[in-house]
Each structure stands twice: as structure tokens, then as C-alpha cells.
């Protein structure tokens, strides 16, 4: 892909980033935007480097760890390059997490977090984490169930339970929630999940206060808009900057 389009269409996304933030009352910069590289070489990161992205997403800790090890082969380690982990981790590839991502937005069971938190313990890292919320409902969404959470003392109770045992875990520095909105839904339900979502971001810090909930990992390219619109900190975007992904 050529870098002068990679720079069009980050340009693009970065204004449209700002219109969003200014129509919310928002400072654009509390907005980082992730740009979603799985499934495409290191070079398309070098690329995206070379135009000024700093923050990368990856979904499959087998493809992670090769290129962050190519793209520092090339940059060196102290490049600013901060690589976000954006998938459901696995028991048996938890250890390729710990090694190699830097912020991991998708911490769905206690399994993976005692799992990462030993792992996290033998190599001294401490990896910050979020916890992915399913707010939507969707029996293919991943994540804490929160369908109901406003008024489900189930529900409230599960998720408050998870987040005091995973803030107490070596390694893990617990410091907000992510989610994933319904595919092809209307405007108006899509931006209601991320506001629940922020409202169960505001609800947890006034029950758990040592944990400082401040990141939201909301909103990917049909509806990062609408993400920032509700308090997103996070937004993860890639076929709006590199076009459809490579299989």
C-alpha cells in the first residue's frame, strides 16, 4: 500500500476524530486512536509509522509477537510504538500476550487473567488492562455479560466481584472497560450501548475508587464517531486507514 495513501487516510480519520470530539465538547486529544493492523505485514506498520501512528492493534498473539519483533528490528525499541492487544486471549497463548502486547483491551475470564498475571510475574511486566463488557447483549459478543446491568443486581454483583479479583492480581493494572457495539444497527442503538458503557464505567469507579477507570475502548471504523461522541478514549480503526483487511 503506498504510504501516501496510508497519510490521506489517517489525515482523514484524524479530522474526523476532532469533529466528533469538538461536537461533544471534547479536547481531541484525550482520543487515542489504535490503528488496526491484524493481518498486515510489518511493513504496512513501518508505513503508518513513517506518517505518524504510534499506537497499533492486534487480535491473534501469533501474529503480534513476529512483527512487533520485525518493526523493532527496523525502528529499535524505544520507536514510541505502544501495541495494543484487541482479541480474546487464549489459555494456552497467554504467555505471547504477556511478552509482547502493551495495553490489552479484551480481558473477558479470571482464567486468562490469573493466567497473564503469572506470566506477567516471571517476565516483571505489568501489562494495563480493560475489561471487555458485553453490553449489547449479542450471544456473539465476548465479554462480562452487562445486558441488564442497570437494574440485573446479578449482573452488578459478577462484575464487581471479577473487577476487585483482577485488580488484586501481580501484573494487571485494571484501568477501564472495552466493547463492541452491534454490527449494521441503527445510529441511535449503537451510540446507546456506548453510553451505557460509560455509564458502567462511571458506576464501577464510584464502587471500586482504587481502581481508576479512565480508558473506554469503544468505536471501530463504521462507528468510532459516535464512540467519541459518549466519552471514548480509545478507538479502534483499521479498515478505514488500510482498506479491507488481508486474509
Known amino acids: 500500500m503506498d504510504v501516501d495513501v496510508i497519510a490521506g487516510n489517517y489525515a482523514a480519520v484524524q479530522e474526523r476524530i476532532a469533529r466528533a470530539a469538538w461536537d461533544a465538547g471534547r479536547d481531541p486529544n484525550e482520543i487515542t486512536l489504535v490503528a488496526v493492523t491484524k493481518t498486515w505485514p510489518a511493513e504496512i506498520v513501518l508505513a503508518a509509522y ?10 491473534r498473539p501469533e501474529e503480534l509477537a513476529p512483527k512487533r519483533q520485525a518493526v523493532e528490528a527496523a525502528l529499535g525499541s524505544g520507536s514510541g510504538i505502544v ?5 480474546a486471549a487464549q489459555s494456552r497463548k497467554t504467555d505471547l500476550v504477556a511478552a509482547h502486547a502493551d495495553v490489552f483491551h479484551a480481558l473477558d475470564r479470571l482464567k486468562i487473567a490469573r493466567r497473564l498475571s503469572a506470566a506477567l510475574t516471571t517476565l516483571g511486566r505489568t501489562l494495563p488492562t480493560l475489561l471487555e463488557v458485553n453490553v449489547s447483549g449479542e450471544a456473539s459478543k465476548a465479554g462480562f455479560n452487562c445486558s441488564h446491568w442497570e437494574a440485573d ?22 484501568c477501564g472497560l472495552m466493547t463492541m457495539a452491534p454490527w449494521e444497527a441503527p445510529p441511535a442503538e ?15 469507579q464510584e464502587r471500586l475508587p482504587q481502581v481508576e477507570w479512565s480508558s473506554l475502548s469503544m468505536g471501530m471504523t463504521d462507528d468510532f464517531e459516535l464512540a467519541v461522541a459518549e466519552g471514548a478514549t480509545h478507538v479502534r480503526v483499521g479498515r478505514a486507514l488500510f482498506g479491507e483487511r488481508q486474509e
Open 83 to 87: 501495541w495494543h492487544f484487541i482479541g
Open 153 to 174: 443486581a446479578a449482573q452488578q454483583a459478577d462484575l464487581l466481584a471479577a473487577a476487585a479479583a483482577v485488580n488484586e492480581l501481580p501484573g494487571l493494572q485494571l
Open 190 to 204: 449503537i451510540q446507546t450501548v456506548f453510553r451505557r458503557t460509560r455509564l458502567l464505567a462511571a458506576w464501577l
Open 50 to 59: 513513517e506518517v505518524g501512528m504510534r499506537h497499533f492493534g492486534e487480535n
